[in-house]
């Protein structure tokens, strides 16, 4: 009166955007997966059935910078006379050449490219980044990990009314790292991070009457879950202006 079945999978893949910077190759994913199925058939009329599943992924994002655009401009309107408006102090396509400016004329030198298409832009002709290749300096990968359980009891009380429950909780945990402009410089870098926790509980109570003409059902829902995230974004602040 007791069945079970046991999976287990890994799935793993290697990178594919060459890491210029790091050395890492982009597009990782390494995802194990273990389930366990019990089924427990006592009587009858009665039958539990148990699920746990705990799941872990790791990976890096396949990111590549394909367009770098002049932003600091952008088009006025008729209050300022349709003059462009700064909202920028210093674009970052100048940025670093201006810190290699200025570090010259102190006597120092830095190997800083400015932020260009031609520096960082993949299959930008003529650049220093090919196809499938990336300037990105994020090191971290990023991982989910998700434990889940459940139990569903089934309890034919009579030969026309039968009673369910159905229990589930769920807690995961996780970090998401997003290097945006994918470069060796920290211009616009996010870290996602947050636990999730479930807890459901369901009882439906069903029967028929009236020689079968009649189908009912009662029940009742409960959901509770407690999400708790801290995002953080670093962005380098030198561009802007008050």
């Known amino acids: 009166n007791i069945l079970t079945k046991w999976t287990a999978s890994s799935l793993y893949r290697d990178g594919f ?26 009587a009858d009329n009665f039958t539990a059935r148990l699920v746990v599943n705990k799941e872990s992924v790791a990976m890096n994002e396949p990111r590549i910078q394909n367009g770098i655009w ?19 102090g210093v674009i970052p396509a100048q940025f670093y050449g201006l810190a290699v400016e200025g570090a010259a004329k102190r006597g120092v030198t830095l190997n ?18 090919g196809w499938w290749e990336s300037r990105s300096n994020a090191t971290m990968p990023s991982y989910i990990d998700r434990n889940q359980i459940s139990l569903d009891m089934t309890w034919d009380i009579t ?26 410089y920290t211009l616009v ?30 029940g009742v829902y409960y959901w509770d879950q407690e999400a708790i995230n801290r995002d953080a974004r670093y962005a380098i602040n030198e561009f802007r202006t008050l």
């Open 17 to 42: 955007i060459k890491g210029l910077t790091t050395g890492i190759d982009y597009g990782m994913l390494d995802q194990d997966t273990i389930r366990g199925d019990i089924l427990w058939t006592p």
């Open 70 to 88: 002049d932003t600091a401009y952008v088009p006025g309107g008729p209050a300022n006379n349709n003059a462009p408006v700064q909202t920028w």
């Open 112 to 129: 800083y490219d400015a932020f260009t298409p031609e520096n960082f832009q993949a299959g930008y002709p003529g650049g220093k980044v």
């Open 159 to 184: 030969d026309n009314i039968s009673i369910q429950s159905i229990t589930a909780k769920t807690q995961q945990d996780r970090e998401i790292n997003v290097d945006w402009e994918n470069s060796d």
């Open 189 to 218: 870098e996010d870290i996602l991070r947050g636990e999730l926790d479930v807890f459901s509980e369901e009882v439906q109570i069903t029967g028929v009457m009236m020689d079968d003409r009649l189908n009912w059902m009662v």
